[in-house]
C-alpha cells in the first residue's frame, strides 16, 4: 500500500500544482515523480551476491517533517537514510542508517540527534544498526551529548572509544579541501546501537591525489566484528 499512496499522492498534487498547463498528463508526471523513491526495490536483483538490500527509506521523507522543518526552523532540510542487511546463508540482519545533520540550525541539531535515536529504536529495534553521517557538531557539543548520553536507554555508542586499537589517522573529519588538518572539526561520526559490536579499528583516512582531496571530509573508518 506504501507504493500505491506515493503514486495516488503523487498524481494529485501534480494535478493540483500542473493541471492547469498539463491536463491530465500532470496526474501522470506527478504519480511518477512521487513513485521513483520506491523502485530501489529492484536493486535486489543486481546487487552484489554477499548482500541483500532488504529495504531502503528515509524516515523523513513525508508532507509531515516538511512543516516540521519550518516548525524546527531547520534552514536546510535533512534526510536519514536507511536500509537493512542480510548476511547471504543466514538468518541474522542489520541496520544501517546515514544522515547529514543542518549546519545552522542549533535547533534543527538538537531536534535531530533526539528523532534519531527514537527512530533508530523504532526501525532497528533489536537488531544491530550502524549509524554513520555529517552531524555538524563535535564530540563536546549538544547534538553528540544527547546521542551518547548513556543515562538515555536509546543512546548510540561512539565506536572510536570502543575501539580496541585506538583511533588512527588525523583527528579532525573536516578539511575544507585544505592540505592541512582543520582543528576543531571533528565532526563525522560512525555510531553503534549496541556496544556489545566488537570495534577492531577505527580511523580517519586523509590521503590526497596531488595535493587534492576527493572531500571536503576525511572518510572515517571503523572495523567491526559481530
Not at 2 to 14: K, Q, R
Not at 28 to 51: E, K
Not at 202 to 209: D, K, N, P, Q, R
Not at 214 to 222: E, F
Request: net charge positive; hydrophobic share 40%.
Amino acid at each position: 500500500m506504501d507504493s500505491l499512496t506515493h503514486v495516488v499522492l503523487g498524481g494529485c498534487l501534480g494535478q493540483v500544482v500542473l493541471g492547469k498547463k498539463l491536463g491530465r498528463k500532470a496526474i501522470v508526471w506527478g504519480a511518477i515523480a512521487d513513485t521513483i523513491p520506491d523502485l530501489d526495490i529492484f536493486c535486489n536483483f543486481f546487487i552484489h551476491p554477499v548482500h541483500g538490500l532488504l529495504i531502503h527509506r528515509g524516515f523523513t521523507h513525508s508532507i509531515l517533517f516538511a512543516f516540521l522543518d519550518v516548525y524546527k526552523r531547520q534552514n536546510l532540510p535533512r534526510i536519514v537514510t536507511w536500509a537493512k542487511f542480510k548476511w547471504k546463508g543466514r538468518a541474522r540482519s542489520f541496520y544501517v542508517f546515514n544522515t547529514h545533520f543542518d549546519h545552522q540550525g542549533v535547533m534543527a541539531r538538537r531536534q535531530s540527534a533526539r528523532l534519531l535515536l527514537t527512530k533508530v529504536k523504532e526501525i532497528a529495534g533489536d537488531k544491530n544498526a550502524i549509524i554513520t553521517g555529517d552531524f555538524n557538531a563535535t564530540p563536546s557539543e549538544e547534538p553528540i551529548q544527547i546521542i551518547t548520553d548513556n543515562r538515555n536507554p536509546l543512546h548510540l555508542s561512539d565506536t572510536e572509544h570502543s575501539s580496541t586499537s585506538g583511533h588512527f589517522g588525523a583527528y579532525s573529519s573536516f578539511n575544507g579541501f585544505q592540505a592541512i588538518e582543520q582543528e576543531g572539526r571533528h565532526i563525522d561520526y560512525i555510531f553503534l546501537n549496541n556496544p556489545s559490536i566488537k570495534v577492531i579499528r577505527h580511523g580517519t583516512l586523509s590521503h590526497a591525489m596531488a595535493g587534492k582531496y576527493a572531500s571536503d571530509h576525511h572518510p572515517v573508518i571503523s572495523v567491526l566484528k559481530f
